[in-house]
């Protein structure tokens, strides 16, 4: 999907976060050289935490996301197909510990559901972690985020309730 990164970081004057797949040094050489302000490893900071931790020390903690995609409090990898035994918490503040700033996590059980946000795990991680939590899964209408905003999290990853007409983007505009 790099085609597609360039295209959409030369057309906009978006901030771009670019996540998924990415599994090698070359790969965010890629995604930072096609515009990429920012990128997310989740299952890469698992299943290959040196190489993970190097990233955070040659680009720094503000270039690099960690993301901490769960269910029933454990982390999930690989597209969410594995559910490891790292707790979400433990793992958000191991990465902490050594300069991880932002975290997203998506409470896999509520993403596309539309149902509401996983408030308790955000209050948890917000209270136990200084990291600035981007919030994902579940937002189901503009309460949801006006909640996540009184939480503490400084942002949201918001999919179908944009999609289906659930947020518009003229409510968003009056959150920033």
């Excluded at 050489?29 to 931790?53: D, L, W, Y």
């Excluded at 209050?123 to 503009?142: D, H, P, Q, R, Y």
Aim: charged residues 20%; glycine residues 10%.
């Amino acid at each position: 999907n790099y085609k597609v990164l360039e295209k959409i970081c030369s057309k906009t004057n978006l901030s771009v976060d670019f996540g998924g797949g990415l599994k090698s040094d070359n790969d965010l050489q890629i995604a930072f050289n096609s515009g990429a302000h920012q990128i997310t490893g989740g299952s890469i900071a698992v299943e290959k935490p040196e190489m993970f931790k190097r990233w955070l020390s040659l680009y720094g903690s503000h270039k690099i996301i960690l993301g901490a995609d769960c269910n029933n409090g454990k982390i999930a990898t690989s597209g969410w197909l594995e559910i490891s035994e790292l707790n979400v918490i433990d793992f958000i503040v191991d990465y902490e510990k050594i300069g991880i700033c932002y975290v997203i996590s998506t409470d896999i059980a509520k993403d596309g559901m539309l149902q509401g946000t996983s408030n308790d795990l955000y209050k948890e991680i917000i209270k136990k972690t200084n990291v600035k939590l981007i919030a994902s899964g579940g937002v189901s209408c503009f309460n949801d985020l006006l909640i996540l905003q009184e939480l503490g999290c400084q942002g949201a990853i918001i999919g179908k309730a944009l999609y289906e007409g659930k947020l518009t983007l003229k409510e968003l505009q009056t959150l920033c």
